[in-house]
């Protein structure tokens, strides 16, 4: 079993920057694939950033890619999300998952854990 717990969303103002973390705990952490995925109010769930049990592979939704950055370190347990150039449609928790294939996955079917969730807001 993996457990999941996101930090660091808040408010900014556009064009500002938040570091999103997933401290992860359990003794297969290393082997799964980590993504991260956001819901906005009335919105349905949408993929974020993905990456690989090993860090070496990533993928990103296209409109996060370039201004957002997925990371990983085994030695935390921890996954992060760096978030720059931060926009108003930005806005919505953000959540952390744990996939057991290993693979940066890009449908949330293939994901087994998720944390609670972390709220972003972005105001104009």
């Known amino acids: 079993q993996v457990q999941l717990v996101e930090s660091g969303g808040g408010l900014v103002q556009a064009g500002g920057a938040l570091r999103l973390s997933c401290a992860a705990s359990g003794r297969t952490f290393t082997t799964y694939g980590m993504g991260w995925f956001r819901q906005g109010p009335g919105k349905e769930r949408e993929f974020v950033a993905a990456i690989s049990w090993s860090g070496g592979t990533t993928y990103y939704e296209d409109s996060m890619k370039g201004r957002f950055t997925i990371s990983r370190d085994n030695t935390k347990v921890t996954v992060y999300l760096q978030m720059n150039n931060l926009k108003p449609e930005d806005t919505a928790v953000y959540y952390c998952?744990?996939?057991?294939?290993?693979?940066?996955?890009?449908?949330?079917?293939?994901?087994?854990?998720w944390g609670q969730g972390t709220q972003v807001t972005v105001s104009s």
């Open positions: 998952a744990a996939a057991a294939s290993g693979y940066p996955e890009i449908s949330p079917h293939e994901y087994q854990y």
